[in-house]
């Protein structure tokens, strides 16, 4: 007689062990998407504040540093490109990366917010594998 109480305790506890944790239905974001957000102004602002194509750089060391705007990509193009933390624009450029002395794929070339929120620029060559 005593182990049905027993019984009935243990079955009520692993049902309430089985539970599970409530979430809360608001979660509150850490980062605001409006500052992930990058706008096409801001892009072709950045872009133009650029060096020339004819200006040479150099870093530290006197070695000579690689100038954007020789790609001369159409900024005409942009494609925004929407992603779970913002967005981050893409152009064509000209070209084909070459493999064994044969072209293939293609180039485009990245517009992206890095994490301090500063616009940095990235080269993408796609091709077959």
């Known amino acids: 007689m005593k182990k049905y109480p027993i019984i009935i305790l243990l079955i009520i506890g692993l049902a309430a062990a089985c539970r599970k944790a409530q979430t809360p239905s608001f979660t509150p974001q850490t980062t605001d998407t409006m500052h992930q957000t990058l706008s096409l102004k801001a892009v072709t602002d950045w872009y133009s504040q650029q060096p ?27 494609t925004s490109i929407p992603t779970k933390k913002g967005n981050y624009w893409l152009v064509r450029l000209q070209g084909q990366p070459t493999y064994n ?20 620029a990235r080269i993408l060559e796609i091709g077959p594998q």
Do not use: E
């Open 101 to 120: 002395g044969i072209k293939l794929g293609y180039r485009k070339l990245a517009f992206l917010k890095d994490s301090t929120g500063h616009i940095q």
């Open 52 to 78: 020339d194509s004819n200006t040479v750089q150099t870093n530290a060391l006197g070695q000579k540093t690689f100038n954007l705007k020789r790609l001369n990509p159409n900024l005409d193009n942009l």
